[in-house]
C-alpha cells in the first residue's frame, strides 16, 4: 500500500482519536512501528493491521472506520489540499460527481506511483448516478462513501450515498441528489488567501 494511504489512516487516528491512541494502534499492529512515511511503499497486511488494531481500540468496525477516514479527508483542518484538489473539480456537486472520472490521472499528475483504481461514473436518471471502481484496492468503497458525503455536504447538496458491493473487484456506490442547493455550502475560493503585512 503506498505511503500516503497509510499516512492517512495514521493522521486520521492521531487527529481524531489522539497520539496516545495512535501508539498503541501503531505498537499492536508492528511491534516498533511508529509511524509512515508518505512516499514508501508498505505491505499491505500492515495497513489491514492498522485498521485491526484500530477497530479494536477504538471499539469500531473497519467499515465504519474507512467510513469516517473518507469523512475526514474532506472535512479536517489539516487534510484542506485534499479538499482543494476535490473542489477543483465543479461549482456545484453533480459537476463533482461528473469530474470523477478524471480523478486518478489527477492524483497521479501529483503522486505518479500512487495509482487509483479507475472510476466511472453513470447517470440513470436525472439525479440518480451509480459510482464504479476498478479492482485493486478493497475497501475504497467505504472511504468514497464517507468522502462523498462530506462533499455533498460541502457543496450544499442534498444526498443520498450508499455502497451498493465493494471487496476485491471493485466496488459500486449509489448517489442520489435531491437538492443541489438544499443549504450553504463551506466557503471556497480557487486561490487561497494571503496575509501580506
Not at 482543494?84 to 492524483?107: A, N
Not at 466496488?171 to 435531491?178: F, G, P, Q, T
Request: glycine residues 10%; contains cysteine.
Amino acid at each position: 500500500m503506498h505511503g500516503l494511504v497509510n499516512r492517512a489512516l495514521q493522521r486520521f487516528a492521531e487527529d481524531t482519536h489522539g497520539l496516545a491512541i495512535w501508539s498503541e494502534v501503531a505498537e499492536a499492529a508492528q511491534p516498533g512501528l511508529t509511524g509512515f512515511e508518505a512516499m514508501l511503499t508498505y505491505d499491505d497486511a500492515l495497513t489491514e493491521a492498522v485498521l485491526l488494531a484500530l477497530s479494536d481500540r477504538i471499539g469500531s468496525p473497519k467499515d465504519m472506520i474507512l467510513e469516517d477516514l473518507g469523512t475526514y479527508l474532506v472535512s479536517h483542518a489539516n487534510t484542506q489540499a485534499l479538499r482543494r484538489l476535490l473542489r477543483f473539480g465543479g461549482d456545484g456537486f453533480t459537476e463533482f460527481l461528473y469530474s470523477l472520472d478524471d480523478l486518478p490521472d489527477r492524483v497521479r499528475l501529483a503522486v505518479p506511483d500512487l495509482v487509483l483504481p479507475p472510476l466511472d461514473l453513470t447517470e440513470h436518471a436525472p439525479g440518480r448516478f451509480t459510482l464504479a471502481t476498478g479492482p485493486g484496492m478493497p475497501g475504497l468503497g467505504h472511504v468514497l462513501v464517507g468522502l462523498l458525503r462530506a462533499m455533498a455536504d460541502d457543496y450544499g447538496a442534498l444526498a443520498m450515498v450508499e455502497l451498493l458491493t465493494d471487496g476485491d473487484q471493485g466496488c459500486r456506490i449509489a448517489v442520489s441528489v435531491a437538492e443541489v442547493e438544499f443549504a450553504e455550502g463551506r466557503d471556497f475560493d480557487l486561490a487561497p488567501l494571503r496575509v501580506v503585512g
